[in-house]
């Protein structure tokens, strides 16, 4: 069975910009989590799709805003980007709640300039 | 609200040497997650625990669910290069769709 994967792994951006970071689930897994993690730092929670819906989000400026299609995959938003933005995205999926098990992508690697 | 306690901070260990951390919560959890990260990558999940006194190994890994379910340990025995990384503990949150995550063991070998 494939892992998650995230699209794309690289991304440069200069700051004003807005990015689409894109997440594709474990076949099956119908919740999906998503993480902003800067250097050093441990993981901070941004929000969790489960069947389109969001049914939980982090402490987070308006600005980052997420999705989640009929085939579970999930795309998160960033608007305005702020160089304090720069950091790994990760996207994680899990079978049903979010407080599952979770299985992560490799991430994507923003920076903004 | 909830926290997780994640210690030590960080590590330095030589290779063979078995390695202890450990993760505390001021609430009682009915799940604890271990993940390891490489530089750059994302979480990979070790183990999970779901009831307390529990222990369970992966290879040279054993994790184990406090009793009192307020924490959880993580031994590695034997360390070896590749056991570089950070090591991370989390449980879920009361409203279950949401996991908490402590701030993470790094591992560094001694030079």
């Known amino acids: 069975k494939a892992g998650v994967t995230q699209t794309p792994r690289y991304l440069i951006k200069t700051r004003g910009q807005q990015v689409t970071l894109s997440c594709s689930p474990i076949?099956?897994?119908?919740?999906v989590s998503w993480y902003q993690q800067t250097p050093g730092q441990g993981l901070q929670f941004l929000f969790e799709?489960?069947?389109?819906?969001?049914?939980n989000k982090g402490n987070f400026p308006g600005r980052f805003s997420g999705r989640q299609f009929s085939n579970s995959r999930s795309e998160m938003n960033v608007s305005t980007l702020e160089l304090g933005d720069s950091a790994l995205y990760l996207c994680?999926?899990?079978?049903?709640?979010?407080?599952?098990?979770?299985?992560f992508g490799p991430g994507t690697r923003l920076t903004v300039t | 609200g909830q926290q997780l306690n994640q210690s030590p901070q960080s590590m330095f260990i030589q290779e063979g040497e078995d390695v202890s951390m450990n993760c505390t919560s001021s609430?009682?959890?009915?799940?604890w997650l271990w993940y390891k990260q490489d530089p750059g990558e994302g979480p990979v999940l070790l183990i999970a625990?779901?009831?307390a006194g529990e222990l369970t190994s992966n290879g040279r890994l054993t994790a184990q669910f406090g009793i009192t379910r307020k924490d959880s340990f993580l031994n590695i025995s034997a360390s070896i290069p590749s056991d570089v990384g950070i090591y991370f503990c989390?449980?879920?949150?009361?409203?279950?769709?949401?996991?908490?995550w402590g701030a993470g063991t790094k591992l560094i070998i001694k030079p």
């Open positions: 994680a999926s899990s079978v049903g709640q979010g407080a599952d098990e979770q299985y």
């Open positions: 076949s099956g897994h119908r919740s």
């Open positions: 799709y489960f069947s389109e819906t969001q049914r």
């Open positions: 609430s009682i959890f009915n799940t």
């Open positions: 625990l779901y009831k």
């Open positions: 989390a449980g879920p949150l009361d409203s279950n769709y949401q996991l908490i």
